[in-house]
Nanobody, 122 residues
């Protein structure tokens, strides 16, 4: 069982940066794949990034590659999403997710946070 709580969202101008955090509780965090998804108004939830339990593997959607970076600190039970060069189209609710498999964490993850709003103004 993993519980997830996101933080760090807010309002930022285009070209700016934000860092999202996801604090996890539960004894399986260090062996879980972790991911980030987002959902913009009127759109379906979409995959953004994922990272392996060791942090040695990461995978990104094409729309964010080169601008967003996922990382994790297993000692702090926290996963991060560093967001640079933000664009108005990055505006969405961002969700943290966890799963025991690569396929799961990039599609229909087992565990979800409540989401944090990111708004990028033009």
């Amino acid at each position: 069982q993993v519980q997830l709580v996101e933080s760090g969202g807010g309002l930022v101008q285009a070209g700016g940066s934000l860092r999202l955090s996801c604090a996890a509780s539960g004894r399986t965090f260090s062996t879980s794949y972790m991911g980030w998804f987002r959902q913009a108004p009127g759109k379906e939830r979409e995959f953004v990034a994922a990272i392996s339990w060791s942090g040695g593997w990461a995978y990104y959607s094409d729309s964010v590659k080169g601008r967003l970076t996922i990382s994790r600190d297993n000692a702090k039970n926290t996963v991060y999403l560093q967001m640079n060069s933000l664009k108005p189209e990055d505006t969405a609710v961002y969700y943290c997710a966890a799963d025991s498999s690569i396929v799961g964490v990039t599609t229909t993850a087992r565990y979800w946070g409540q989401g944090t709003q990111v708004t990028v103004s033009s």
